[in-house]
């Protein structure tokens, strides 16, 4: 799931996006309201976590010019404003949920996960496809009662894929959400990783779920019998 | 006038010096002249001393003692008015400028004669009580007005008995009207010499800084369409030489940037024409006339190769582009090489395979080294590409990983078309083409894959070498730190 933290503080900044990309989120960083808003028209992200007060445009003035233009991308504020006041004009400009500083990381993780579920098929935390799980808190896989280890880049790529059970997903799509901004032109490079996950998936003899749609992408689907 | 004062300040280096020079000019001036001042006037007083001096014993040879008796005759002609009795007195103030000063006193202090201006002086008891002790005295005095009249006061003696003191004087009216013309003409001549070194000074600094001011010039001349030129070098070796070299240095390395940046964007456009080119053709094609759905399919399936060629090729001229920044973060994470070639080599299995490539992984060891598992996995597969595009079917390709001593190695090797010598050397230029025939039937390559695959691994402080022998195949060499410093 791919995540765009708008936070000019030069500490809280390069925190969150380490914070986030611990639990295998791919993040991009930005500093200034200007390049928020280029970036959040250009990238498709699955959230915007937004500060208020920037320098140049302002997080409401960002949340405010993207749903006027049909964005649909959850927004968490995530701001030093945390008057009520404050509180229902954010959320009355569109965002989704709101959190004021000082907050614990916990919470924003935990919040993070709940609004990216809103988007999916499914409201449970724990992600299933047939006999395949992934619990999104502990960020544990598991096949049936088999526990699979998985590392950063293949977590996250089995997360977008159970996010979208059946569908055809071309590599751009899985490299638009799966990487971060300095990683994106590396689709090249997803078909490697595809490969990481059959055999981890499949390493107890289970059939294979993940099928190679030729010209096209992938497809998480029951297996061909 | 309020323009003028944002203009001059803060002061330009021309002012500034020219301020300075004036400055310690003036300064020199002032201290020659107030030591040559204070020379002239104690030399004039003593001149003076010695003029009243001569005049005292010219005076004094008309005095004589005869039987006790002091007897006076005026040699010199100074003592008209030289008044018998000492008791006659002048009730006015007398001008001491005009007229002789000169008074005669016995032994004993009493006054015997005095000239009339005399009177009017304020004589201290030293310049009578010193001589009667044989000590010479003089001194300057002053008369009621407070002008000023410098004194000289010696004992008569005869057969070595002192019988009178004569005092001589002299106003000092002259000397300081003389005194204060020169203090006035020192200080026009002064100043006339002071604009003089300003204008001078500045005229110099103006000289001094012509050379600077002609090389802004050409070097503000030069931009970015004219880069081949250069500023003058001048022959001395100074700090304006130093200047122009250091100009032309950084000229230099603009220059080959700049050609750099424009061969890169020449390659790189021409790269990214060539498949709207293939694109334009097929479409222009499927557009002369009906076609069946077979047709359309495969022209629309030609289309897709391109497409996504040209999506390879951008990423690639992206991925470059940052690193040239140096805007990349490389991530530092164990990464199990022999995984990634094995990974890669499956993945390009059915490419050889479907050229008759037969395709060999051996990496029976795990080797782990810190770095980004994306690239790294990059690097494989553009080798791994590289070798199955130049091997000819029936070919050999063969992916080696192995740990030597603290190095991660990594060997690709083929039995393809090799690469003749001459080409070696520039192989990982980007978009270099050392068959650019071949390169273009080759497919899928956008002449940037050696040249990613080196940007990577020295990223990860390693290296990347080739050998060749054509007709017989290429091996390529990547070295990678077992535990990579930290970048």
Known sequence: ?225 | MNALIPRLWPLGIRLQLMLWYTGVFAALLLFTGAFFYQHLEHSLEASLDTTLEIRAQQIAGGITLVGGTITVRDVTGDLPGFDANPNDQHPSPVDVNNGALVRLLDAHGRLLHQTPAFGALRVPAESITHPLQSTPWQGTVTNSDGQEVRLVSRALTENGQLFAVIQVGESLAQLHALLHDLVGELLVVGLLVLLACAVGSYWLAARAFAPIQRLAQTARSIKAGNLHRRVTVPPAHDEVQYLALTLNEMIDSLDQAFSRQRRFVADASHELRTPVAVIRNKTDVALLGARTQQDYITVLQGINAEAERLGHLISDLLALARGDEGRTQFEREPVRLDLVAGAVAANAELLAAERGITLEVQAPRPVTILGDEARLIQVVMNLLENAVRYTNPGGRVTVTVEAQQDQALLLVRDTGIGIAPEHLPHLFERFYRADPARRRTGGGSSGLGLAIVEWIVCAHGGTVAVESRVGRGSSFTVTLPLTPPVA
Request: net charge negative; aromatic share 6%; charged share 30%.
């Open chain 1, 1 to 225: 799931m791919r995540l765009l933290v708008v936070e000019d503080h030069p500490e809280l900044g390069p925190d969150l996006k380490k914070g986030l990309e611990h639990c295998h989120y791919a993040v991009d960083l930005v500093t200034t309201g200007e390049d928020a808003l280029a970036l959040g028209f250009e990238v498709p992200y699955d959230l915007i976590i937004l500060d208020i007060l920037l320098p140049g445009l302002d997080g409401r003035e960002i949340c405010r010019q993207l749903r006027e233009q049909r964005y649909a991308v959850p927004i968490l504020f995530l701001t030093a404003l945390g008057e009520v006041e404050d509180r229902v004009r954010g959320l009355d400009l569109g965002a989704d949920d709101y959190l004021a500083k000082p907050f614990a990381f916990r919470e924003l993780e935990a919040r993070v996960r709940a609004l990216l579920r809103r988007e999916g098929p499914t409201r449970s935390p724990v992600l299933q496809f047939l006999d395949l799980t992934l619990d999104t808190r502990t960020h544990e896989a598991s096949r049936g009662e088999r526990v699979i280890t998985l590392s950063s880049k293949e977590y996250a790529l089995l997360e977008f894929l159970l996010r979208h059970p059946r569908q055809v997903l071309s590599r751009g799509m899985i490299a638009d959400h799966v990487w971060d901004d300095d990683a994106e032109h590396l689709s090249n490079v997803i078909d490697v990783y595809i490969r990481y996950l059959r055999t981890k998936l499949c390493a107890g003899g289970e059939p294979d779920v993940i099928h190679t749609i030729r010209h096209s992408g992938y497809q998480l689907k029951e297996p061909t019998s």
